[in-house]
């Protein structure tokens, strides 16, 4: 079985199905998401703005994991927007008195210190999604040049 085939296309499964978990999640319990988001420092200021883009964000980046032509850049927003919220799940930990958490189902179980080791596997993933798209690109393009009769 070669990796840079098959490890693409079940990465972003993982991710879309993270993504639209939690983005189908904030937007059924859409107050609940808001409340949690207008009391938490920092981005109180922005929470109906917030409580609104990121679930759409979500589910862009679950649309471009899905096309493979977009794959790549799929991977490059879920290792960015993963690096987001493992950075602020980080400095809550880190400084946070409260722990407040707008987290729907299954995560909503996790503890916060579950929850930032959740998002550091999925962050890697993504990282190696992102790597493993990129390097198959470059494997198809030297395999036809290859190929090329002169």
Known sequence: MDIRKHAPPIIAALLILLFVYTATSKLLDHQ???AVLSITQGINKYASIVSWLLPLTEIAISIL?????????GFLFSTLIMAIFTSYIGA????????????????SNLTWTEHLLFN?????????GYHLEKNKERFIAINRISRTPV
């Open 32 to 34: 609940k998401f808001y």
């Open 65 to 73: 994991l899905f096309i493979p032509a977009w794959r790549k850049y």
């Open 92 to 107: 809550m930990l880190l400084f946070a008195s409260k722990l407040p958490c707008s987290c729907g189902g299954v995560l």
């Open 120 to 128: 550091f596997f999925f962050t890697a993933i993504a990282i190696a």
